[in-house]
């Protein structure tokens, strides 16, 4: 039988350990797809240098603050909460989006 490992500090420590894996819930497949995955990137927010979502939502006149380890799509210089990308049509629920597009 192997012996419980000790960690020295939180950073260390997995993430599995830290959370209560239990009482998780999932809501949903929350699993997303990118339309046009050769322009867009995942990016995790590093530090707490501020960045803004390059859109606003509907009926609002600020832009969103990317909060540090926020995931967010970016092409170049433009900055996408998952939000706001995914009202913009630059992200998908949909498995199979790249078969259910519009023909023109
Ligand atoms: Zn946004």
């Known amino acids: 039988m192997q012996s419980e490992e000790s960690f020295d500090d939180e950073k260390t420590y997995p993430l599995n350990k830290r959370l209560d894996l239990d009482k998780i819930e999932v809501p949903g497949d929350v699993r997303l797809y990118v339309h046009e995955p050769d322009s867009w ?14 859109a606003k939502s ?3 006149d600020h ?5 540090a380890g926020e995931i967010y799509v970016r ?8 939000t706001c990308a995914y009202r913009h049509g630059i992200l998908s629920h949909d498995r199979l989006h790249w078969q259910h597009r ?3």
């Open 41 to 54: 990137q995942a990016v995790v927010k590093q530090g707490y240098e501020k960045e803004y979502c390059y």
């Open 58 to 60: 509907p009926g609002e």
């Open 63 to 67: 832009f969103h603050l990317l909060m």
């Open 75 to 82: 092409r170049g210089n433009e900055k996408y909460c998952l």
């Open 102 to 104: 519009k023909r023109s």
